[in-house]
């Protein structure tokens, strides 16, 4: 699709000469089939029962046309079943932010699990109170729930703010992502609002249950909310999911206001955006949603969820006697909040993902984001990175994106599929979304300068140095 030696006539992009490009993709594939020949082989014998050939079929993903195939993982570190290392800057898209395995919830879990027995039994246990207490202190909403997963705790805040505003509607951003929560693929297109293109077997038109509205676009978000007829805003209040796309000044301010003014709650999903600090950007930042929602790498690993409700919504929801949020009402999970994910996500924000912990993480995605401009800067590539906390992520245009529409018109799936085969040849994973790096902490600046010295490498060979 990218080759022919043409060159693109977009302003971050026009640099690449797409055959060097083309040639560097084919001799980068080749490598990484050769030197992953036993994942490449399980791959191959896996397509028979499994869906796509791989557990979930997001697993395709990965450059290069297959998996790699995990044989261990420990701290920043992961290991295929070739045997090839690789320092590990995607941490499962987030899920592993606090590092692979890491030993206090090793330990939990494994006492919870085997020791005391019961990962699951429809009972609470006592961890379940300090972890709410917990992420109360470091987000602010009073009273928390938990789920299996960041989608579920949307999907549950979705009908919660429903139940309680009587309004129909909510409103996301264009490009957003928030799990697999049918309101949220829509996009705006052109012509107006329209369901995300790929949008699977969509249960109805988001058109008709979502308005949209472009990041950092104040007017365009008031025009949306006059309509009074959208129960809650639910955004990240920093886009990840399409490169990172960060407020400007002033504007989360503006959109508290505004949906106090149009009668809307805001939900804030800080489910990447957790890697701004102990308490996401929602702690950083002081803000002041109604809900707060998160999954991810508050469990280390094992899945879980959690949404927060301020005190007032919480007794809006316990006294609404039309809401059955007990029984099959819609809200609710047989294994969400169980005593095995409970103490995980204990054991994670207690003694790994700790305040002390973030200084560190943060300062080295410094050093990570310092390097790559560096290395733009010094080959005048019209491309920025953006670092959002404990992550970075570079982008392939000259300023860093204002909206979702804009950051999407900067992808390149080639450019993305060269510079991740060439770090993954090299023993650097990153997330094969777009071009994110997370820090846990067991990352070292040792493994961020590797990353630096590879991109300059990559970069010199893409421009013909
Ligand atoms: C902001 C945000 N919210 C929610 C989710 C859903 O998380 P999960 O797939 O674990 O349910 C994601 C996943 O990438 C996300 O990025």
């Not at 796509?52 to 297959?66: A, I, L, S």
């Not at 504007?251 to 955006?273: C, F, P, Q, S």
């Not at 094969?432 to 820090?439: G, T």
Request: charged share 20%; aromatic share 6%; net charge negative.
């Amino acid at each position: 699709m990218h080759s022919g030696g043409q060159v693109s006539q977009d302003t971050g992009l026009a640099v690449i000469d797409r055959r060097r490009l083309s040639d560097l993709i084919e001799r980068e594939r080749a490598q990484h089939a050769a030197s992953h020949a036993a994942s490449l082989s399980a791959f191959g014998r896996a397509g028979e029962h499994l869906l796509g050939g791989v557990p979930m079929t997001w697993m395709r993903m990965w450059p290069g046309g297959f998996p790699l195939y995990l044989a261990t993982a420990h701290g920043a570190r992961l290991t295929d079943i070739d045997g090839n290392i690789f320092t590990d800057f995607c941490l499962g898209d987030t899920g592993a932010m606090a590092g692979h395995s890491p030993a206090p919830v090793q330990l939990a879990v494994a006492q919870r699990y085997g020791e005391l027995g019961g990962a699951t039994t429809m009972l609470p246990t006592e961890d379940a109170a300090w972890v709410a207490a917990e992420l109360s202190r470091r987000f602010g909403p009073a009273q928390w729930s938990f789920t299996l997963s960041a989608t579920d705790a949307n999907r549950w805040a979705l009908r919660l703010v429903r139940q309680v505003t009587r309004r129909p509607k909510v409103l996301v951003y264009s490009y957003c992502y928030h799990g697999s929560v049918d309101e949220s693929f829509i996009i705006n297109a052109k012509d107006g609002p329209r369901s995300r293109p790929g949008n699977t077997g969509a249960p109805v038109d988001p058109t008709l249950t979502t308005r949209v509205a472009e990041f950092n676009d104040i007017a365009g978000l008031e025009r949306e909310l006059a309509h009074r007829d959208v129960a809650a805003v639910l955004m990240e209040p920093a886009m990840t999911n399409i490169g990172i796309v960060l407020p400007e000044p002033g504007y989360l301010a503006a959109v508290r206001e505004l949906t106090k003014a149009y009668g809307t709650l805001l939900i804030n999903d800080e489910t990447h955006t957790f890697s701004a600090g102990p308490g996401g950007c929602t702690g950083a930042w002081r803000l002041e949603p109604d809900i707060v929602t998160i999954g991810k790498a508050i469990g280390g690993g094992i899945p879980c969820g959690a949404y927060g409700l301020s005190s007032v919504l919480a007794e809006q929801i316990l006294a609404d006697e039309s809401a059955d949020i007990v029984d099959t009402g819609g809200v609710g999970g047989t294994l969400a909040g169980n005593a095995l994910s409970v103490v995980a996500m204990r054991a994670t924000l207690e003694q790994v993902l700790t305040d002390d912990a973030f200084a560190v993480m943060i300062a080295l995605a410094g050093r990570y984001t310092a390097g790559v401009r560096e290395v733009i800067g010094s080959r005048a590539l019209p491309w920025n990175i953006v670092q959002l906390g404990a992550r970075a992520e570079y982008r392939f245009c000259p300023s860093p994106p204002r909206s979702g529409s804009e950051s999407n018109a900067a992808a390149d799936p080639a450019v993305d599929e060269y510079l991740h085969l060439y770090l993954a040849n090299r023993g650097v994973l990153i997330t094969p979304f777009h071009n994110m790096a997370l820090m846990c902490p067991a990352s070292t600046r040792a493994d961020v300068d590797t990353h630096t010295e590879l991109f300059a490498a990559a970069v010199d060979e893409l421009l013909g140095r």
